[in-house]
T-cell receptor, first 111, second 115 residues
Framework: GQNIDQPTEMTATEGAIVQINCTYQ??????LFWYQQHAGEAPTFLSY????GLEEKGRFSSFLSRSKGYSYLLLKELQMKDSASYLC????????????FGDGTTLTVKP | DADVTQTPRNRITKTGKRIMLECSQT?????MYWYRQDPGLGLRLIYY???????NKGEISDGYSVSRQAQAKFSLSLESAIPNQTALYFC??????????????FGPGTRLTVL
């Protein structure tokens, strides 16, 4: 099985930088995803990492270290609209190639 | 038009009733999923299907059943609804082709309340 850990809640200030961590344990790692979910809405895809290193997409970046079972999502120049839950999901080849979701981190951006 | 649609968007029903939630997609994806989400919690997988002839139980399949009528359609049924099935239900699709590595695309959700 898989064990995925994320902080439950985080608070940050508009314009600042925030890093949301995700640690996982899996035997057949085959990719890590980050999704954004605004309250009451569907999750939407943010990023995908399968190799070690940093992937940058505008204000959002995602980092992966497979040896450490660790990823983070970095949000720069925070905006109020970034207030949402951020879900880490890990794809596992020993789990029928499915992704398992963490419980998510609720980020609140304050003025 | 939305690529993944769910009907109904909201439903209130009574204990013991049979309920069907429907999901349709125009993305041409082979893989489809049903999740439930309870307040403050993550997504829990109910059932998934990797093609029309493939149905698999997820982590919380008890009390639910599914039907994959076509590549584009995947329905979730609650045979006899109970109050602890009150939740937000999401359908999702994915595809191994392309660079996304099985990225999932979600429908807008169905808010189900069982009284």
């Amino acid at each position: 099985g898989q064990n995925i850990d994320q902080p439950t809640e985080m608070t940050a200030t508009e314009g600042a930088i925030v890093q949301i961590n995700c640690t996982y344990q899996t035997s057949g790692f085959n990719g890590l995803f980050w999704y954004q979910q605004h309250a009451g809405e569907a999750p939407t895809f943010l990023s995908y990492n399968v190799l070690d290193g940093l992937e940058e997409k505008g204000r959002f970046s995602s980092f992966l270290s497979r040896s450490k079972g660790y990823s983070y999502l970095l949000l720069k120049e925070l905006q109020m609209k970034d207030s949402a839950s951020y879900l880490c999901a890990v794809r596992d080849n020993t789990n029928a190639g499915k992704s398992t979701f963490g419980d998510g981190t609720t980020l609140t951006v304050k003025p | 038009d939305a690529d993944v649609t769910q009907t109904p968007r909201n439903r209130i029903t009574k204990t013991g009733k049979r309920i069907m939630l429907e999901c349709s997609q125009t993305k041409g994806h082979d893989r489809m999923y049903w999740y439930r989400q309870d307040p403050g919690l993550g997504l829990r997988l109910i059932y998934y299907s990797f093609d029309v002839k493939d149905i698999n139980k997820g982590e919380i399949s008890d009390g639910y059943s599914v039907s994959r009528q076509a590549q584009a359609k995947f329905s979730l049924s609650l045979e006899s609804a109970i109050p602890n099935q009150t939740a937000l239900y999401f359908c999702a699709t994915s595809d191994l082709r392309g660079q996304g590595g099985d990225t999932q695309y979600f429908g807008p959700g169905t808010r189900l309340t069982v009284l």
